[in-house]
């Protein structure tokens, strides 16, 4: 065999090498294009993130709703408070006023 004819030889084999190699190629990128479908095509599992966000708006108004509560107490009792204070304000205006201070 002359040199000629084990270079159009090795020409060839890589010429398959190489058709075999795009051949791979092209499955591989179909196969990772149907797989990137599949998953695009998934409805993203929020789930777990949608109980979250649930859980802690829920834990939120709680504690909303604890300090408006305390929030009434103490305007009730700074109400009752300035009631009695005025009480005793007048009751010492009168005093000064009568001349019993």
């Known amino acids: 065999m002359s040199f000629v004819d084990e270079l159009k030889r090795a020409e060839e084999e890589a010429r398959r090498?190489?058709?075999e190699a795009r051949k791979r190629a092209d499955e591989i990128i179909k196969?990772?294009?149907k797989r990137a479908s599949e998953l695009l095509s998934r409805p993203?599992?929020?789930s777990g993130i949608e109980d979250e966000m649930r859980r802690i708006d829920e834990e939120a108004c709680r504690e909303i709703e604890?300090?408006?509560e305390e929030t009434e107490r103490t305007?009730?009792?700074i109400r009752e408070q300035a009631k009695r204070?005025?009480?005793s304000v007048k009751t010492y205006v009168l005093k000064i006023v009568s001349g019993d201070v």
């Open 85 to 87: 204070n005025w009480e």
């Open 75 to 77: 305007i009730e009792r």
């Open 44 to 46: 993203i599992e929020i």
């Open 17 to 19: 090498i190489i058709e």
């Open 66 to 68: 604890k300090i408006r």
């Open 31 to 33: 196969e990772a294009r």
